[in-house]
């Protein structure tokens, strides 16, 4: 009985598992976690890049999710609503350990980011990111953004979200994703053609 319980959940949607999960329903819950702890531990990796700071983020933000959901509304995904959470306790993370941390400010242009224009680039990041030959210079690209525009590339080229998650999930305005993810994808290619440059010489 307890089997067929368990399978039934597996076809749940996050929603349904929510709200079910909002009136104590742990295993309802577990599938959650279930379905979401390796996403949400990779992601916290990306933010913080250090193993037991992106473990610490898994813990805090399940135990903040648990006791939220009676709070989580159909208006937005499940999903979008737990990277919500889980990007804020990454980054709250990330500025706990960090002494000069650049802050998150809702400024549609940002002068912060230097970048300089390449009129040629054959592939997109999130194609070099899948080459495993590029896959440290394209990591240590990312981790020499600052923290606004590195979180809206992960978000964008790696986790896939779209411009419109990423603003919910971030709380800022959709022009202000479009500029950050432009001057980071800028970075991010010029940093690259530098190490290209390198490593053929």
């Keep these: ?17 929510a709200t079910k999960a ?16 390796k ?21 805090d933000t399940f135990i903040s ?17 737990l990277y919500k959470i889980a990007t804020n306790a990454s980054l709250g993370n990330v500025r706990k350990n960090k002494k000069n941390t650049d802050n998150i400010s809702e400024e549609i242009v940002d002068d912060d980011l230097s970048v300089s ?9 999130e194609s070099i990111y899948e080459k495993k030959e590029f896959s440290s210079f394209i990591k ?3 981790d020499k953004l600052p ?22 999930i971030l709380g800022i305005s959709l022009p202000a994703v479009k500029s950050r993810l432009l001057r980071a994808r ?12 390198e490593a053929l010489a």
Aim: hydrophobic share 35%; aromatic share 10%; charged share 30%.
């Design 1 to 17: 009985m307890v089997l067929t319980c368990m399978s039934d959940l597996s076809t749940l949607s996050d929603e349904v598992l």
């Design 22 to 37: 909002s009136r104590s329903d742990m295993e309802s819950f577990e599938e959650l976690m279930k379905r979401y702890e």
């Design 39 to 59: 996403p949400v531990l990779g992601i916290a990796l990306k933010i913080t890049g250090n193993k037991e700071n992106a473990e610490e983020v898994l813990q």
């Design 65 to 81: 999710v648990y006791k939220n959901l009676p709070n989580f509304r159909n208006d937005s995904s499940f999903k979008t609503w």
């Design 117 to 125: 224009p390449i009129t040629e680039w054959p592939e997109t990041p």
């Design 140 to 142: 240590e690209a990312i």
């Design 147 to 168: 923290e606004k525009y590195k979180t809206v590339f992960i978000l964008k080229d790696i986790e896939e979200f779209t411009n419109q998650e990423i603003a919910d």
């Design 186 to 197: 800028l970075k991010v290619r010029e940093l690259l053609a530098s190490y290209g440059k």
